[in-house]
């Protein structure tokens, strides 16, 4: 299939995009849990302030790399595809349908996890531990997506496009 030039080109960089920020991840992931992340690593950050910057650079890398991918890459990768798309949940399902993404409903999970790491950590360190470990166990899941839906764009030739003028 042709894509329409502009669509290759946002495409494209869209990939490079989640490419970069996967990595990130991942890279954050493992420093933050080279050692388990325990309730007297969450106790300890209001004066580690290193451990507090990795915390916080993997609760963004996390939710940035997620956003990314569902509210940008999958819609523009799907109407590539010509697949139609519409809420996130459809997209999502229809991602799940084409392998793009393991599953629509552990997706959904992980959005529910980002929300709370984003916005109950502060407050209560035991939140903050369970949602960080399951965090770390929802990075494979997000870097899968990240991965097929660049594969997927790859086999299609549509990352070459980035070099053409419209």
Known sequence: MTLDPALAIRLAFLCRVVGKECSHLLATD?????????????????????????????????????????????????QSLGERTGAAIDNLDRAERLGLIASAEDW????????????????????????????????????????????????RGWMDRETRTP
Do not use: W
């Open 30 to 78: 493992a420093r933050l849990f080279a050692q388990p992340f325990t309730l007297d690593r969450a106790e300890a950050l209001a004066h580690d302030q290193d451990l507090a910057e990795r915390v916080e650079a993997f609760v963004g890398r996390f939710a940035r790399l997620q956003d990314t991918i569902g509210d940008k890459l999958l819609p523009l990768l799907l």
């Open 108 to 155: 959904m999970v992980l959005r529910r996890l980002r929300n709370q790491m984003v916005h109950e950590y502060v407050e209560d360190p035991a939140v903050l531990v369970g949602a960080l470990q399951a965090g770390h166990c929802g990075v494979s899941l997000l870097a899968g997506a990240a991965q097929a839906m660049i594969a997927e764009a790859g086999r």
